[in-house]
């Protein structure tokens, strides 16, 4: 994560996150952290706010019925954790988040997996409308705890050039 701390004022600082346009670089890495711990409660709140009544995610008596011998992490919440594990190292900067593609769910999260997450730069190119801005498109790996990958996704970012927002 690219950390600047700025001057604001006399013996007064300013931590400033993120990644200017210019600052990635296609075949980088970036490495997020902190990890993050899926707890039963953070599944079950995600699930009931986001509507999804399948109770594979809530039930647990369901869930022991199933081949997964218990309950499963609903998928939306493991692409919205692993994305918000990435923001501060490739859009914190972000004017827009274009879209995610390609999204793949390559093995189970269970309550108790604690997740960690990379992002590689796949790509950037200049915005043909917005010429203060760039794209930048990433793939997002999530892993758990015992380093199987389980979610893989695409997305891509409208982010600011350095000269243009300072």
């Known amino acids: 994560m690219v950390r600047r701390i700025n001057e604001v004022g006399e ?92 999204v793949r769910l390559t093995n189970p999260v269970f309550h108790g997996d604690t997740l960690s997450a990379e992002s590689e730069v796949l790509g950037k190119r200049e915005s043909e409308s917005r010429p203060d801005d760039g794209i930048v498109t990433v793939e997002t790996r999530g892993y758990k705890q015992t380093d199987e990958q389980v979610i893989e996704f695409e997305r891509s970012m409208l982010i600011p050039k350095r000269d243009t927002d300072e």
């Open 11 to 102: 013996g007064r600082y300013r931590e400033e996150y993120g990644r200017y346009y210019e600052d990635f670089e296609v075949g980088d890495v970036y490495e997020h952290r902190p990890k993050r711990t899926i707890t039963q409660d953070d599944n079950v709140r995600f699930t009931l706010l986001t509507m999804n009544n399948h109770p594979l995610h809530f039930d647990d008596t369901y869930g022991e019925d199933t081949e997964f011998g218990e309950c499963l992490v609903n998928s939306t919440l493991t692409l919205s954790v692993v994305t918000g594990m990435s923001v501060s190292d490739v859009s914190y900067k972000t004017v827009a988040n274009l879209g995610w593609d390609d």
